[in-house]
């Protein structure tokens, strides 16, 4: 057994490296990813991914889970750098809809597995977890997927518990552009499904586009006065050097009464990891207080 998982290893490196033609079984069991929910979900079963896509950017906004030491950064979502991806010789690509125009081209270097998450009108969770699962299934990692599906479940219900023992402020969550503007997550979000599960109310209940809804005229956060305001970093420079001396920030209801906190970065579109993320900075700022801006 051993032995033959080191061969396995050797014959993927060398394929690689352009050594010696790439045999069927050399890359069995690794995956690319374009995608950052399916990327951060692979990592989280510990599937060996050996390259992703913007990773400079994966680290400053979505963190955790870690990428492994070595894995090639395939440039742009969009635009990736095909000639990486060919040379990291994935057995599985790890896509999304949203990047369906490069299947025919990702298709020539390996298959291709798209799956969607996120959809206007429909709660993201259940697909996160039907991501989990198959991503499991493909890579012989099914009990590693089951307890991710578990655990996820029993932290956020397990933080929900602890937040009932106070009345909780509706909430606002939100990311802003710039000094006067920001976008705001609805219930179909990641972030939607995530406050539910804490017990808490979402203060945006009107239309979102997937998701969300931007550019939002800062004054808006003001419709709700009992409501609180979460922020998810970063904040814009410009955003964070003018809002404190901005007579309308100064003087929305939240801002007044201090329930505004700032929140660690997470991945908006993200999958189980970023829920349990957002649901543990959440249930912190809640208990033990963070700071805010202004």
Do not use: C
């Not at 963190?63 to 095909?82: K, M, V, Y």
């Not at 904040?235 to 001396?245: S, Y």
């Not at 579109?269 to 700071?291: D, K, M, Q, S």
């Amino acid at each position: 057994m051993t032995q033959s998982l080191v061969s396995r290893r050797g014959l993927i490196a060398l394929a690689a490296a352009g050594l010696i033609s790439r045999p069927a079984r050399a890359v069995e069991f690794s995956a690319a990813a374009i995608d950052w929910a399916m990327l951060e979900t692979a990592l989280a079963l510990d599937i060996r991914v050996v390259a992703g896509a913007e990773l400079l950017l994966y680290r400053k906004f979505v963190s955790e889970p870690d990428l492994p030491s070595g894995i090639a950064d395939l440039g742009l979502r969009g635009s990736i750098n095909f000639e990486v991806l060919r040379h990291t010789a994935p057995s599985l690509i790890l896509s999304s809809p949203w990047y369906t125009r490069l299947e025919p081209n990702l298709s020539r270097i390996a298959p291709v597995l798209s799956m969607r998450i996120h959809e206007r009108g429909r709660d993201p969770y259940g697909a996160a977890e039907a991501v989990a699962s198959e991503l499991g299934r493909r890579f012989g990692r099914e009990a590693a997927a089951e307890a991710l599906i578990g655990s996820t479940r029993d932290e956020l219900a397990a933080t929900a518990g602890r937040l009932a023992a106070a009345q909780q402020p509706p909430l606002f969550v939100i990311s802003i552009g710039d000094p006067r503007h920001f976008r705001v997550f609805g219930a179909d979000s990641m972030v939607g499904t995530v406050l539910k599960r804490l017990g808490l109310a979402n203060a945006w209940a009107r239309q979102t586009s997937y998701s969300a809804q931007a550019p939002i005229d800062i004054v808006t956060l003001a419709d709700n006065p009992d409501a609180a305001i979460a922020i998810l970093a970063p904040v814009p420079d410009d955003a964070r050097r003018i809002l404190p001396e901005s007579a309308i920030w100064r003087n929305l209801p939240a801002v007044r009464a201090g329930r505004v906190m700032l929140l660690d970065p997470v991945n908006h579109f993200g999958g189980l990891p970023a829920a349990r993320r957002l649901g543990r900075l959440i249930g912190l700022a809640l208990t033990t207080g963070a700071p805010g801006i202004g």
